[in-house]
């Protein structure tokens, strides 16, 4: 295993997801205006519905996941699918705490 394939897939998926929060927002609340993203996501963290938008963002780390088999990067594909799973995890944990 390949342990700098699987981290550049980690960060890609960490990536990916953080991209996927940012485009969920600017498609439910129709704002390009990073001050009001910012501002609806630092909203959303007060209210606990954040992990709303991070399971949201998880979309875009299912799109790299597919990419990355269909061009035969299986050790970078075991990244994204682990920072998937912590993602899971952080979710899980902050619904429920």
Known sequence: MNKKEVIFG?????????MGV????????QEINISNILN????????????KFISLGAIMNLILFFIF??????ERAKG???????????????NNF
């Open 10 to 18: 980690a960060f890609g998926g960490f990536t990916a997801n953080l």
């Open 22 to 29: 940012f485009i969920s927002v600017i498609v439910l609340f």
């Open 40 to 51: 609806i996501l630092s909203d959303s963290v007060s209210d606990n519905s954040i992990t």
């Open 69 to 74: 088999l269909k061009y035969n990067y299986e």
């Open 80 to 94: 994204v699918l682990l920072v998937t799973f912590l993602i899971a995890i952080l979710t899980i944990y902050i």
